[in-house]
């Protein structure tokens, strides 16, 4: 395989990394220095654009950090929790687990409440936890699960963190920029998303928006040095620069997507757009009998769980290769409800183009003598 055809790329219906915009990916081509006044520029730039889209430019600061989405999320927890502190994870799929398994790599105090992973998580039943357990002084939650693509009563949950007093972290990695918070500033202390999800840039750089009262008191709780957002933080009040290398390209292409996402119309316009991307994938698989795992109550217009077919001439590796000769990479699934695998509808993708992508799942199981998508 040779790159050096653009258009030649497949279509990525996964969770992220996503398709992204030609012009994007074009703001890659310059090398900035890490100290010159057009890349220190550039930064101030992205954290006060992505303040403003969370709402929250006067009571927040977005302090950006090197790596994927998890390495922002586990800085989160690592910098905004003290010794004293102690979490509820919310969890109903693989992110919220993450959470879990960030806690107890860094001895952070947590507790646990689960749900199935078709099911949102229900605020009545965290309100009734946090009433009975004073100790906890935090819950986190993940807006949309990337696990099924279900979305969580953000609004609901925040409303009772916020009666019985606790604070509000929140995991939007695969939602923000897409699907609103919907928050009032002092419904949550901090929320944590990425460069290469819902606002189509490239992957390499994740952001947590930190409430100031928050990040002011979080010296020292950090036990890793790269991921201490307080310290990171420090740095950008400094003099308005990173603590270590930044990766400068993919900021350079982070911009020129946001240029992109207020172009569309900001989040209600990529959200109609998701929508629509949603609607034509969900009506064109069912009408070849495939079945979502979620009702479409729940479902979030990001990534959509199919179960998989009963059809005994239906085998998925052979599906998914067939799909990405033809141009189109799909995801498997990593439930443990049920045997799935999801296709996603975020990313600069229209409807005509997951259109299709339905004609060509189409063809593929004609080819593969699959009568029906339906589950057993
Ligand atoms: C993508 C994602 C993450 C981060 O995953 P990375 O692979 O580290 O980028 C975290 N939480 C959710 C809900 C996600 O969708």
Request: proline share 5%.
């Amino acid at each position: 395989m040779t790159y050096s055809n653009i258009a030649s790329d497949p279509l990525l219906l996964t969770p992220g990394p996503l398709t992204t915009s030609v012009s994007v990916k074009r703001a890659m081509l310059h090398d900035l220095g890490s100290r010159d006044k057009t890349f220190i520029d550039l930064t101030e730039r992205i954290r006060l654009r992505l303040t403003s889209i969370a709402q929250v430019e006067d009571t927040h600061v977005c302090i950006p950090l090197q790596g994927s989405g998890t390495f922002v999320v586990e800085a989160m927890m690592s910098t905004l929790l003290a010794e004293a502190d102690k979490i509820l994870i919310l969890a109903n799929g693989a992110y919220g687990q993450r959470i879990v398994k960030i806690c107890a790599r860094h001895g952070i105090n947590h507790e646990v409440l689960e749900w199935p992973e078709n099911e949102p998580v229900d605020p009545v039943q965290v309100s009734l936890h946090l009433s009975e357990n004073e100790s906890i002084t935090h819950v986190v939650v993940v807006h949309c699960e990337t696990t099924t693509g279900i979305i969580n009563p953000l609004q609901e949950i925040a409303d009772v963190v916020a009666i019985s007093g606790r604070l509000l972290l929140i995991d939007s990695m695969s939602a923000f920029g897409a699907i609103p918070l919907g928050l009032a500033s002092d419904k949550f202390t901090a929320v944590a998303a990425s460069s290469n999800k819902c606002l189509q840039g490239l992957p390499g750089v994740g952001f947590c928006i930190v409430s100031k009262s928050a990040i002011q008191n979080a010296q020292g709780n950090s036990k890793s040095l790269v991921l201490d957002l307080h310290d990171q933080w420090k740095g950008f009040e400094l003099n308005k620069q990173w603590r270590f290398t930044p990766p400068t390209h993919v900021l350079l292409g982070f911009d020129q997507a946001l240029n992109e996402f207020d172009a569309e119309g900001g989040i209600n316009a990529r959200h109609k757009r998701y929508n629509e991307n949603c609607k034509v994938l969900v009506d064109g698989m069912r009408s070849m009998g495939f079945e979502t795992l979620l009702p479409d109550a729940v479902q979030a217009p990001i990534i959509v769980t199919f179960l998989m077919p009963a059809d005994p001439n239906f085998a998925f590796e052979k599906f998914y290769d067939e799909l990405a000769d033809r141009g189109y990479v799909i995801y498997p699934g990593k439930l443990t409800v049920a045997e799935t695998f999801r296709m996603g509808c975020i990313g600069d993708l229209n409807a005509s183009q997951i259109s299709a992508a339905v004609d060509c799942v189409r063809e593929v199981i004609e080819l593969m003598h699959v009568k029906s998508g339906a589950p057993s």
